[in-house]
């Protein structure tokens, strides 16, 4: 079962823009940062970028960094990712993810420099929304 559920993929021109969402029913991810990754045929995963709880700390990868801006509305239980300037090598399959497991999830890094970026820190998936960057 899967506890994040994503959605806003599709074919988009290169140069275009696509809005990514996630989101959780019946689970509160206002408490709990959240990332966003993705996983292109034959790529091993890319982390994107993290948000905290509040969401006054954000993360990016140098490869989307100034392109996608992640951002949170918690009264709509909703975690954004607005894509810009989209290129073929965007195209992949994107996640979110958080730590449901935790008792404390709220930021993007941990104890011990532990962080968003390692495999396992945010444990919990969704399967994915699929982009397509393509002429």
């Known amino acids: 079962q899967f506890m994040l559920v994503e959605s806003g993929g599709g074919l988009v021109q290169p140069g275009g823009s696509l809005r990514l969402s996630c989101t959780a029913p019946?689970?509160?991810?206002?408490?709990?940062?959240i990332g966003w990754f993705r996983r292109a045929p034959g790529k091993k995963r890319e982390e994107l970028s993290c948000?905290?709880?509040?969401?006054?700390?954000?993360n990016y990868a140098d490869s989307v960094n100034g392109r996608f801006t992640i951002s949170r509305d918690n009264t709509k239980n909703t975690v954004y990712l607005q894509m810009n300037s989209l290129k073929p090598e965007d195209t992949a399959r994107y996640y979110c993810?958080?730590?449901?497991?935790?008792?404390?999830?709220?930021?993007?890094?941990?104890?011990?420099?532990?962080?968003?970026?390692?495999?396992?820190?945010?444990?919990?998936w969704g399967q994915g929304t699929q982009v397509t960057v393509s002429s």
């Open positions: 019946g689970r509160r991810l206002a408490n709990l940062a």
């Open positions: 948000i905290n709880s509040s969401g006054d700390n954000t």
């Open positions: 993810a958080a730590n449901f497991v935790a008792a404390d999830a709220r930021d993007c890094s941990g104890e011990y420099g532990t962080s968003w970026r390692q495999p396992g820190f945010l444990g919990s």
